[in-house]
């Protein structure tokens, strides 16, 4: 998994669901795809779709930008210290 923006989001997607007790088989059913994309999108293979990750926000009962918002400035300083 690349350290990209699609690779942030989809850890933002396991660690809202993992909250909230919720895996793989959770998110196929979500967003009505096969167990493979699921896992695909889950690991940051692939990226989610806007639609896909508003399904998602809705079934965890948050708002889309949670998933999607970049980190602050702070936290990206952290990082590059």
């Known amino acids: 998994m690349h ?3 699609s690779a942030r989001v989809a ?3 396991r660690a809202h ?5 919720k895996g793989q088989a959770d ?3 979500v967003l009505g795809k096969s167990q ?3 896992s695909n ?3 940051g293979i ?3 779709t806007v639609d896909e990750l508003d399904l998602i926000a809705r079934y965890l009962g948050i ?3 949670v998933l999607i918002a970049p980190p602050t400035y702070a936290a990206a300083e952290k990082v590059g210290a």
Not at 17 to 21: D, F, I
């Open 3 to 5: 350290s990209t923006y």
């Open 11 to 13: 850890a933002e997607v």
């Open 17 to 21: 669901m993992a909250r909230q007790g």
């Open 27 to 29: 998110l196929a059913t």
């Open 36 to 38: 493979q994309t699921a």
């Open 41 to 43: 999108r889950w690991r």
């Open 46 to 48: 692939h990226p989610y």
């Open 63 to 65: 708002a889309v930008e």
